[in-house]
């Protein structure tokens, strides 16, 4: 399912300083295209994770419009546009992201379980996740004792569970070393094999080897 | 594989979790308990009403002074008053006097004579009307003479033999509790009562001021004829009457009920308050606590949760906490009522006497549910407030 992005703005209202709107994002027009793993680069404060958080629909743009396949996000009601990223987005944001009071499989079940249940082919699914992602051995412990890059892979085989048809990573490999980087990164790569549209945000210069496409971001305006 | 994530969340947070049990059990322990001692001390007083059950009490004119008309009908300390037979004739025949029977005092001592020192009061079974029904809940048959009927409260059984005056008394029933001084006193028929007044005659222990022991009355009920109303005929006998005192049972009753309404009253206020505190206390509890786990419920978020099933999942929470502790400190009311309601009427001087079981539990089924609708309610107010913020503000404002 492919994302196209139409004049998609965002100015955020500012507490102090001169100016009390700032604009993240200019107009910008975009296509995320399927079976393709694209790239976005660029400094930090440039609009990265504003463009990405537009496009999975967890903040409202100022003006344009984010379609995903045929469906308009923001025409979507919130029940509606949630049960739509559970079935068909894979997000992976910034930070951490771990539910605590869950193990870690528990964790990556969540996209079954806070709709409907998990039986055996799904628990089987996030069980060759967590191997590919070289933490099987977690599958049982709480989050809480996890590294910093554990926790990460484990929100990666979380936003892959449901083989989402988009995929949105921002600095998925932010705590990672070059060998968990590169697992990551043959992930991302898999899934748009497998026919998805994937955006990964990344600092990560090596990223450019497994990139279909790359993009920059500077002071919210994108170029390829 | 189904996941309750309400039920995982308080596991996880022991804590957390037995504070909020504790908050609703403190709520439900001071509604249903503040509640349940309201009841009860209204049941106490329809009850002291029920058992006065006359529209006028006509006493000897001393008797208000002499032996404290008060301490001896509502307190029930044991006291006697006496005027002649023919002071009930010439009341029963006034105009305006419907129903009418007399009743006889007689107070028991602690020396030699009699087993305990009791009430005894008397009453004429061919005219009472306002004891009569109510012994008929205990006991069936007829008082032959030297029968006796105990109040709840006496430690006499029936088949025992209690003595007053050295005349043996076979204690033919014991009454159901009324929460009232009755508990405390025995009653016989007017046979049995005048045999034990003059029976303390010859022991030299009573006053009776020259009267004749087999013509005293002590005091003599009525209601009043259709067509008159109670000033009126209380007037008309107090007026014609000589040496008596007619007085309204309602005015007798109402110092008592003044001060239940202050007691109710106060009890009431106290609920409120507590209440006021604690809805503003579990407000804060859930708001921390969603707030504690604004990140969490982001992420929930981002897997694809409504803001309705955050809100779910948070009431979730709050009716498993509230119900542990509604059903705790519900119980612990129950429990702590039954266990302290002779400290408790001791303690409060009033009458006092438990409502019906099916009272008590319809009381305790609505308390829960009131601390659980007010608990919900707070957690849906904290839910709806963080569901409202944009995902990705939250996920940005504190990168964990
Ligand atoms: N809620 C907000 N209110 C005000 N300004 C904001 C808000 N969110 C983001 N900004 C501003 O918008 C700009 C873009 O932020 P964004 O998070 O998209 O950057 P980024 O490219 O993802 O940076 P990083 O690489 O550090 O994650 C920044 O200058 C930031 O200060
Ligand atoms: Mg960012």
Not at chain 2, 182 to 190: E, I, N, Q
């Amino acid at each position: 399912m492919k994302m196209t992005a139409q004049g998609l703005t965002k100015e955020y209202a500012r507490k102090s300083g001169n100016a009390n709107r700032f604009t993240a994002l200019h107009p910008l027009d975009f296509t995320l295209e399927t079976g393709a793993l694209t790239v976005l680069m660029g400094r930090s404060g440039s609009g990265k994770s504003t463009l990405l958080n537009l496009l999975a629909g967890l903040m409202r743009p100022t003006g344009g419009t984010v379609l995903a396949g045929e469906t308009d996000l923001f025409a979507l009601s919130d029940r509606e546009l949630s049960a739509f990223r559970n079935a068909h987005i894979g997000v992976i944001p910034q930070g951490q992201t771990a539910i605590y009071s869950l193990s870690v499989l528990e964790n990556v079940l969540l996209p079954y379980t806070l709709t409907g249940s998990a039986e055996g082919e799904e628990i089987a699914r996030a069980k060759a996740l967590l191997e590919r992602l070289d933490i099987a051995g977690l599958a049982d412990i709480s989050p809480a004792d996890l590294s910093g890059g554990e926790l990460r892979r484990m929100a990666i085989a979380r936003a892959l569970v449901r083989q989402p048809e988009i995929l949105l990573a921002d600095e998925p490999t932010a705590d990672l070393d070059d060998e968990n980087t590169a697992t990551v990164c043959k992930a991302l790569q898999a899934a748009a094999g497998a026919g998805a549209a994937v955006l990964m945000v990344t600092h990560e210069s090596g990223a450019e080897a497994y990139a279909d496409r790359m993009l920059t971001m500077q002071g919210g305006v994108l170029s390829e | 594989m189904k996941q309750n994530l309400a039920y995982r969340n308080l596991k996880a947070k022991p804590v957390r979790t037995a504070i909020l049990v504790v908050l609703t059990a403190l709520l439900s322990l001071t509604v249903c308990g503040g509640t349940l001692l309201v009841s009860s001390l209204r049941t106490g007083l329809s009850s002291l009403e029920a058992r006065l059950g006359a529209d006028i009490m006509v006493v000897p004119y001393e008797a208000k002074t002499k032996s404290n008309l008060e301490s001896v009908v509502l307190q029930g300390n044991p006291g006697y008053f006496y005027m002649d037979m023919s002071r009930y004739e010439k009341i029963a025949s006034r105009e305006g006097v419907g129903q009418i029977s007399a009743q006889f005092f007689l107070a028991s001592t602690s020396s030699g004579c009699c087993s305990i020192p009791v009430q005894i009061i008397g009453f004429d079974p061919e005219t009472d009307f306002t004891i009569t029904p109510w012994i008929r809940r205990s006991y069936g048959g007829a008082l032959e003479p030297g029968d006796i009927v105990v109040g709840n409260d006496l430690n006499a059984f029936v088949g025992d033999t209690l003595t007053f005056y050295g005349v043996d008394c076979r204690v033919a029933a014991k009454l159901d509790k009324t929460g009232t001084y009755y508990d405390a006193a025995v009653f016989t028929s007017v046979e049995t009562i005048q045999q034990l007044i003059a029976s303390s005659l010859d022991k030299g222990m009573n006053d009776f001021a020259g009267i004749d022991p087999e013509r005293v009355v002590s005091a003599v009920l009525i209601n009043t004829a259709d067509g008159y109303s109670i000033e009126e005929v209380l007037n008309d006998i107090n007026i014609h009457v000589k040496k008596v005192k007619a007085v309204q049972t309602k005015e007798m009753i109402a110092g008592i009920s003044d001060s239940l309404r202050g007691t109710s009253d106060l009890i009431g206020v106290l609920i409120a308050a507590v209440w006021v505190l604690g809805l503003v206390i579990l407000l804060l509890a859930f708001t921390m606590s969603v707030n504690e786990r604004r990140r969490e419920f982001a992420v929930l978020r981002v897997i694809g949760a409504s803001q309705g099933k955050l809100a779910a999942v948070v009431m979730q929470e709050a009716m498993l906490t509230g119900l542990c502790g509604a059903g705790i400190g519900t119980g612990l009311a129950l429990i702590g009522v039954a266990a302290f309601r002779s400290a408790l009427e001791a303690q409060l001087g009033l009458p006092f006497l438990l409502p019906g079981a099916g009272r008590i539990c319809l009381i305790a089924v609505l308390s829960i549910l009131a601390v659980l609708i007010a608990g919900t309610a707070a957690a849906a107010v904290s839910a709806y407030r963080i569901s409202r913020i944009d995902t990705a503000l939250i996920l940005r404002g504190d990168n964990g």
